[in-house]
């Protein structure tokens, strides 16, 4: 993200919900682009990417989650927060499985969707950190797969891409900045927090177990996220 204003996209079709936060995040520091539904979206984001963008999930047409898919696939590095309904949650999983980074739900108060807007900022802003100087900012080595810290993406020995949700890749990142150092389930949960987790620590074991599965060359037998016993999880940088 570079030092200057940050640029929020506003997608919502209320006009008057529009004006509302585009005068609310404009007063906190951020450069403001509206867009009333995902066509014009599309057509801001080719003018300009914002470093984050905040997508009502139910407009007429395509809807948010839709173009939420769109944007994470064009622009890896773009933040992401979804607005939904409050008790859909449906909507909500979907959100955070087609790569949103957050979402909040209507009604909310301006304060918590701008602090969330903020934190998925300096998530990618830390993300996006050289990771381990010895094997480049860009690659990071799990096993034999490559976690690419600029796109967001995890590639195989073989080159091919392996799809991995925002989670999954904030909790990668985090494995990363911390190679050989046990992380215990409070730090897990505070440094890689993402809305999409429960607050129970089973939550995380299967978030990790589901990360053996696609970079381990055998999952029963970890060798890259490995378990600590009574504290949590080390990743060991192996090729």
Not at 3 to 30: C, H, I, K, M
Not at 59 to 69: D, F, H, K, Q, V
Not at 74 to 86: C, D, I, Q
Not at 185 to 204: L, P
């Amino acid at each position: 993200m570079p030092d200057t204003s940050p640029t929020v996209l506003l997608v919502d079709d209320e006009p008057e919900l529009r004006a509302l936060l585009a005068e609310y995040f404009g007063r906190n520091g951020f450069e403001v682009v509206q867009a009333e539904d995902a066509a014009a979206a599309r057509a801001r984001v080719a003018e300009q990417v914002p470093d984050v963008a905040v997508l009502d999930i139910n407009m007429p047409g395509e809807n948010g989650l839709s173009l939420a898919r769109a944007l994470r696939e064009a622009h890896p590095r773009l933040g992401v927060v979804m607005l939904t309904t409050a008790g859909e949650a449906i909507d909500r999983i979907v959100g955070l499985e087609v790569g949103a980074d957050d979402y909040v739900a209507k009604p909310f108060e301006l304060r918590e969707l701008l602090a969330r807007v903020r934190a998925v900022l300096r998530r990618l802003q830390v993300a996006a950190a050289p990771a381990a100087a010895a094997q480049g900012p860009d690659r990071i080595a799990f096993g034999p797969c490559q976690l690419d810290v600029a796109q967001r993406k995890l590639f195989g020995a073989d080159g091919a891409e392996i799809d991995i949700t925002a989670a999954e890749f904030d909790l990668l990142a985090l494995f990363a900045r911390h190679p050989n150092r046990p992380l215990n389930r409070d730090q897990i949960m505070e440094q890689a927090h993402n809305r999409g987790w429960d607050v129970f620590d089973r939550s995380i074991d299967l978030r990790v177990m589901r990360l053996r599965r696609k970079v381990e060359r055998n999952p029963d037998k970890p060798e890259v996220i490995k378990t600590v016993r009574n504290v949590g999880y080390v990743y060991v940088p192996v090729g």
